[in-house]
Nanobody
Framework: QVQLVESGGGLVQPGGSLRLSCAGSGFTLDNTAIGWFRQAPGKDLEALSCIGGSDGRMYYADFVKGRFTISRDNAKNTVYLQMNSLKPENTAVYSC??????????????????WGQGTQVTVSS
């Protein structure tokens, strides 16, 4: 059974940093892409970043490039999202999702079928 558990959210001041964790079970990162998403109240789900399973290639949405960094620890089956220079408009529920690789896939194209419960990030002074 695939399970994803996010942690690391909280309240941070503008300009601050947080590192989110996505701990997985029931799969291995070697063949599973992990994506980070967020959803603010009243807004659509946004894709932020992802990392491929077999190839480990990373993708970033343009609006987070240079501020967010995705990484993974295969031994811990955990993916991280380091977020720097946070802004009040970054306030949202942040979630990770898992999608199994297939031949020729990238982390941008896999279907994300499994989701964690999300972690709240609030950026406010």
């Amino acid at each position: 059974q695939v399970q994803l558990v996010e942690s690391g959210g909280g309240l941070v001041q503008p300009g601050g940093s947080l590192r989110l964790s996505c701990a997985g079970s029931g799969f291995t990162l070697d063949n599973t892409a992990i994506g980070w998403f967020r959803q603010a109240p009243g807004k659509d789900l946004e894709a932020l970043s992802c990392i491929g399973g077999s190839d480990g290639r990373m993708y970033y949405a343009d609006f987070v490039k240079g501020r967010f960094t995705i990484s993974r620890d295969n031994a811990k089956n955990t993916v991280y999202l380091q977020m720097n220079s946070l802004k009040p408009e970054n306030t949202a529920v942040y979630s990770c999702s898992a999608g199994l690789d297939y031949v020729g896939s990238t982390c941008e194209t896999v279907p994300y079928a499994y989701w964690g419960q999300g972690t709240q990030v609030t950026v406010s002074s």
